[in-house]
């Protein structure tokens, strides 16, 4: 199982990135993909989630509105779309797999890390000027 991430950068506050990562080793449409985020010091954090078949999407309230996750399954890839960059959005950025099983369309499942079976190994976005 692989996930490669890819995209990351050094931005202006304001500007925007989009971010990749494909995924290999497994059967992609039979899982539900997340993206996440770590700070310096911090925990990791969820940013967003696409179901398997893309019906169900959910982004953290701090990048509603400026991030959107979208999904290629044609090419076992989930991209992340993220516009009006913040310097707090400073962070290595992860994506995950997990397998789409009927609890883990619950916010409560997927916006905990630990519950996800594959990670990437991260990409770094800064936002600075």
């Known amino acids: 199982v692989q996930l490669q991430a890819s995209g990351g950068g050094l931005v202006q506050p304001g500007g925007a990135l989009r971010l990749s990562c494909a995924a290999s080793?497994?059967?992609?449409?039979?899982?539900?993909m997340g993206w996440f985020r770590q700070a310096p010091g911090k925990e990791r954090e969820f940013v967003a989630f696409?179901?398997?078949?893309?019906?169900?999407?959910d982004h953290a309230d701090s990048v509603k509105g400026r991030f959107t996750i979208s999904k290629d399954n044609a090419k076992n890839t989930v991209y992340l779309q993220m516009n009006s960059l913040k310097r707090e959005d400073t962070a290595v950025y992860y994506c995950?797999?997990?397998?789409?099983?009927?609890?883990?369309?619950?916010?409560?499942?997927?916006?905990?890390?630990?519950?996800?079976?594959?990670w990437g190994q991260g990409t770094q976005v800064t936002v600075s000027s």
């Open positions: 995950a797999a997990a397998l789409a099983t009927p609890d883990f369309y619950n916010k409560n499942y997927y916006s905990d890390h630990r519950l996800w079976d594959y």
């Open positions: 080793g497994f059967t992609f449409n039979n899982n539900n």
């Open positions: 696409i179901s398997r078949g893309g019906g169900k999407i």
